[in-house]
């Protein structure tokens, strides 16, 4: 069974908004931080946000900061990721992943990677 399931990505304008969702199984939240990493084409991971799972502090990339905000609703297993202001440098696949959330962003834990959704921001 998939732990962690993305849904809501697809086409947004330069300055429009999207907001992803990541279904989580189990008791995948109670124990684990959230995280959001993309991968935009011919480069590697970046971590996006992070929550932590238990004072719900977050964190963000600086070149998000402003613009992202993750959020948590653990009696539904859900994880979301507003994503306003939106840029073409944010074209990307995001994943949701589990583990931990540190000071330089979200450490994922083996195996508990969601699939991915494509988030493709153009005019």
């Known amino acids: 069974q998939q732990k962690l399931v993305e849904s809501g990505?697809?086409?947004?304008?330069?300055?429009?908004?999207?907001r992803l969702s990541c279904a989580a199984s189990g008791s995948t939240l109670d124990y684990y931080a959230i995280g959001w990493i993309?991968?935009?084409?011919?480069k590697g991971r970046e971590g996006v946000?992070?929550?932590?799972?238990?004072?719900g502090s977050t964190?963000?990339?600086?070149s998000v900061k402003?613009?992202?905000?993750i959020s948590r609703d653990n009696?539904?297993?859900?994880?979301?990721?507003?994503m306003?202001?939106?840029?073409?440098?944010?074209?990307?696949?995001?994943?949701?992943?589990?583990g931990l959330c540190s000071e330089k962003g979200p450490v994922v834990a083996e195996g508990y990677w969601g699939q991915g959704t494509q988030v493709t921001v153009s005019s």
């Open 38 to 42: 993309r991968q935009a084409p011919g």
């Open 59 to 62: 964190w963000y990339a600086d």
């Open 66 to 69: 402003g613009r992202f905000t």
């Open 75 to 82: 009696a539904k297993k859900m994880v979301y990721l507003q």
């Open 49 to 55: 946000s992070c929550i932590s799972s238990t004072d």
């Open 9 to 18: 990505g697809g086409l947004g304008q330069p300055g429009g908004s999207l």
């Open 84 to 98: 306003n202001n939106l840029k073409p440098e944010d074209t990307a696949v995001y994943y949701c992943a589990a």
